[in-house]
């Protein structure tokens, strides 16, 4: 009978942990910048059919209006924002969603294995803003529940989106005293990534209804 010394152990833990690029790129634009911008994080085919998802679910009437807050204590306020949302339920997840949730993890469990932050939850929803909504400038975290560390949004509009369309998200951050604002425009296969509890953000008027699936990964 053969023992497994420590010194095995270590080495197959090394074996087993891949360095992964576009997760390190990730990381250091974290923490350099404190947001990350992902092109193709989702394939078009994938983007396509999670595009569709969302669209065939919000015609059966399964969306509500956003509300302002999280689920324990919300308001509806259309001066705040005009999205409508329908969350996603991991567990009871069909086969694309699956897909979905299976890369979110990984991107996850790389976070927790080599930056231990601790990621113990997440949710997502699909969203739809209709011609002419808007999210005025907010932070991701409440008074009563800071557990959202990162905020991700994945853009799931048309292959032939257009800046003239509207709907960009639009990030404030501070630098060296001075406010700096960054736009980014919800091109399909895009992912935004940042911090929830230090950038202020909001989606400008959209002009052509503009697509996603946002989420939240949560800490205790």
């Not at 360095?19 to 085919?45: G, T």
């Not at 960009?168 to 091109?187: H, Q």
């Amino acid at each position: 009978m053969t023992t497994t010394t420590t010194s095995d152990l270590e080495l197959f833990e090394q074996l087993e942990f891949r360095e992964n690029p576009l997760y390190e790129k990730i990381i250091s634009d974290i923490l350099e910048n404190q947001y990350s911008i992902v092109e193709d994080f989702f394939s078009l085919e994938e983007v396509a059919e999670l595009r569709q998802s969302l669209l065939t679910k919000y015609e059966e009437d399964n969306f509500k209006k956003a509300a302002i807050g999280n689920r324990v204590n919300e308001t509806i306020e259309k001066s705040v924002r005009g999205d409508f949302i329908l969350w996603m339920n991991e567990a009871n997840a069909e086969l694309l969603e699956k897909h979905f949730f299976a890369k979110i993890n990984s991107l996850v469990d790389y976070l927790n294995k080599t930056c231990f932050l601790g990621i113990l939850q997440k949710e997502f929803h699909y969203a739809l803003y209709p011609e002419g909504t808007f999210y005025k400038r907010h932070l991701d975290t409440f008074q009563n529940d800071d557990r959202r560390k990162l905020s991700m949004v994945c853009y799931l509009n048309d292959e032939d989106w257009k800046p003239e369309n509207g709907g960009e998200l639009v990030i404030y951050k501070d630098e060296n005293g001075e406010e700096k604002e960054t736009k980014i425009y919800p091109f399909p296969g895009r992912m935004v990534i940042f911090e929830s509890q230090i950038l202020e953000h909001e989606v400008k008027p959209v002009k052509t209804p503009r697509m996603s699936i946002t989420g939240w990964l949560k800490t205790r």
